[in-house]
């Protein structure tokens, strides 16, 4: 089982009224209500904890990409990998990812993400997703109906660049070439892990079982919510009769660990409220735009992963205790998360789990205790799980953890 | 009611199957609908069909006309028409359009001047004005949207034009074929309807004319005047107590604007 640290590097200063006065922390919440100087404490402390889950033996660390929101302070992933890239050494650098149908061309996502896996010696997973409607159609104004034939395109282009070691013409509808000649080339061959972070629609499924990627599910609503898409993509892969090495799937879940049950509540859930209620506050058309997902995949129902659809397609948790109970965060003690978690790896069959330790506005110490206490109490009790898997969607390099021991293959 | 029909017209071996309503006798007019579906055989049809040999298709990826995929550029989605068009009638046409059905009808008058007979833009988009900027419609509340699309939303034909099916299964379907809708003319207006017309609008030589609601919150007012200004020698009508769907909203106002028009064209 593979364990990472995702970190969303949130906006934490948000006015109390915020809600009252703004439709969106996305795509038109204007930027005066960025405080730059605040702003530079808050990318401090986010590296610190990223170094410091590189320290505590987490396998990898996750940084991804959004645009024009306060939800998360990451308009180039790949600015912050390239720091993790000489400060950290032993884990993973999951850029999960660059929304790749945003850049014409393309070629400068191939070309930093292979600098980016020079740089951290064969560390990279590179992640392609199409990104959030709020992301790519209305803060970069992609038409919707072309954003996933444009990101198929620019993923072609990407794989054949760093697989092609002599330049080569690409002729495609929305990126033409004459020379593509990516330098440098990744260091890992035939070319760093894909993983494809997904919302649930169908036309991601096939496309990343056809291509031997992994899948990911990025949501804030739990794994009692993404047992459902789970489930779908499993059914999908034995349908297509393909196996079901669970390394084909990796999952976000919120965690929060404490001493005791209670102590945890009182720890978290106003850094969790702050999340749910004004971090993923999205006005609705924002996350749904025209052809963004096919009418297909909107009459079967699928909700986007982030946004008001999401949010209000069921009754609303308004509390801490609802969250724990749609499982939207797994928090308590250790015995509590670890035996949630247990339970949660099984139902989805996760092989790469990536757990948001930093919420909402969590300060470093709190998320330090955190990350302390589930690499201490947790983590060991669920690294052995799918030991008799092999995991060929991981960084050659890093097999395995030099420190921890009874690892799958040592 | 004037005889019409519903039939599909197709092009390049059945590439593309346009889906249109057909009614009427005299000389050929067509009419582009707007960027939701068009609702059959509406009386402001029915009215020109008195007078006019009507064809009012449905765009690519609406109303079940097929062929959008084929259609990556501007540029392919005015030679489809011109082609579309073509097939329907080989004599120069008057043609009106609304809204999005507006700026592809300004398009064809640019691309095929000599077909086109008279050229009618209604609330029409095509151009931008930084200190009038059209709304954006993909983001609008219902509440919104109504505001800016009637001058009296609670008017008869106003509820009339936005009810919804009360099944909830044909409601739904209601709601996806609107998205649809919007997704397919978006992949040429998406994020701002302005695609370089004004590059090209010196070549339309048509006889042309603005109708506008005076109350047109989606495509202010301002627009009409605009494409006046870019097209020498063309006329205004702003209908007063009227929004952006002036044959629906004002639908005697509109046809006596058009009619006035076309007679002497």
Redesign the interface.
């Known amino acids: 089982m593979k364990v990472s640290f995702f970190h969303l590097m949130p906006y934490q200063s948000l006015p109390d009224d915020f809600a009252e006065k703004h439709r969106s922390a996305w795509v038109d919440l204007p930027n005066s209500n960025f405080d730059p100087q605040q702003g530079r404490h808050m990318y401090d402390d986010y590296l610190d904890e990223l170094q410091y889950a590189d320290q505590l033996g987490f396998d990898g660390v996750c940084v991804n990409e959004h645009h024009a929101n306060a939800y998360g302070l990451m308009p180039s992933p790949n600015l912050i990998a390239s720091i993790l890239a000489r400060s950290t050494s032993q884990s993973a650098l999951i850029v999960l990812g660059n929304s790749i149908a945003l850049y014409q061309p393309p070629i400068r996502v191939a070309e930093e993400m292979a600098m980016l896996d020079v740089l951290s010696g064969g560390r990279l997973v590179a992640g392609f997703p199409v990104g959030t409607s709020m992301d790519t159609?209305?803060a970069y104004?992609?038409?919707?109906?072309?954003l996933r034939e444009r990101h198929t395109e620019a993923h072609d282009l990407i794989m054949k660049s760093w697989q092609t070691r002599d330049p080569f013409v690409f002729n495609g509808?929305f990126n033409q070439l004459r020379y593509v000649n990516v330098w440098p080339r990744p260091l890992q061959q035939p070319h760093p892990p894909v993983w494809i972070p997904g919302s649930g629609s169908l036309e991601t499924w096939d496309w990343v079982l056809q291509r031997n990627y992994v899948y990911c599910y990025l949501s804030y609503y739990g794994y009692l919510r993404g047992r459902r898409v789970l489930d779908g993509f499993w059914e999908r892969t034995a349908q297509l009769g393909i196996d079901d090495n669970p390394y084909r799937v990796g999952f976000l879940q919120l965690v929060c660990v404490s001493e005791t049950d209670s102590q945890a509540e009182r720890d978290y859930a106003s850094h969790v409220d702050y999340f749910y209620n004004k971090m993923l506050r999205v006005?609705g058309?924002?996350a749904e735009?025209?052809?963004y997902r096919s009418?297909e995949s909107?009459?079967a129902g699928l909700r986007t992963a982030i946004g008001t659809n999401a949010q209000s397609s069921t009754s609303q948790p308004v509390g801490w205790k609802d969250w724990l109970e749609q499982g939207h965060v797994i928090a308590g003690s250790p015995a509590t998360v670890r035996e949630r978690l247990k339970e949660a790896i099984q139902m989805l069959r996760v092989g790469h789990l990536m757990c948001l330790l930093h919420i909402g506005t969590m300060p470093r110490e709190l998320t330090f205790k955190n990350m302390e206490l589930f690499t201490s109490e947790v983590l060991p009790s669920i690294r052995d799980t799918w030991s008799e898997y092999s995991d060929p969607w991981w960084p050659a390099t890093l097999s395995s953890r030099p420190e921890m021991a009874g690892l799958p293959g040592d | 009611m004037v005889e019409h029909r519903s039939k599909t017209h197709e092009l390049q071996g059945g590439k593309f199957r346009v889906n249109l309503l057909e009614g009427g006798s005299g000389d050929p007019l067509v009419f582009l609908h707007g960027a939701r579906p068009q609702g059959g055989w509406t009386p402001h049809l029915d009215m020109l069909a008195s007078r006019y040999h009507v064809f009012a298709p449905f765009h690519p990826g609406i109303g079940g006309t097929e062929g959008l995929d084929h259609l990556?550029s501007l540029w392919d989605l005015v030679l489809f028409y011109e082609e579309m068009v073509g097939g329907l009638t080989s004599e120069p046409y008057h043609l009106v359009g609304h809204s999005y059905g507006g700026m592809i009808a300004a398009e064809l008058a640019v691309q095929s001047p000599s077909k086109v007979r008279s050229l009618v833009l209604v609330g029409s988009l095509g151009l931008w004005l930084d200190d009038a900027p059209i709304a954006d419609i993909?983001?609008?509340?219902p509440e919104e949207r109504a505001k800016a699309t009637w001058r009296n939303p609670e008017s008869e034909a106003a509820l009339a034009y936005t009810a919804q099916p009360e099944d909830p299964v044909a409601k739904r379907e209601a709601e996806?074929a609107t998205?649809?809708a919007?997704?397919?003319t978006?992949?040429f207006t998406?994020?701002i309807p302005d695609k370089g017309l004004t590059k090209r609008i010196h070549r339309v030589n048509s006889p042309t004319l603005m109708v506008w609601g005076d109350s047109d919150g989606l495509v202010p007012p301002a627009y009409a005047h605009e494409f006046q200004r870019l097209i020498p020698g063309s006329e205004a009508v702003v209908i007063e107590e009227c929004g952006h769907i002036p044959h629906v909203e004002q639908p005697e106002k509109y046809i006596e604007a058009v009619f006035g028009f076309l007679s002497k064209h």
Request: aromatic fraction near 16%; proline fraction near 12%; charged fraction near 15%.
């Open positions: 159609t209305f104004g992609q038409v919707p109906i072309q509808k006005y058309p924002f735009s025209p052809g009418i909107l009459r | 990556d993909y983001v609008l509340t996806l998205i649809e919007l997704a397919s978006g992949k998406w994020p």
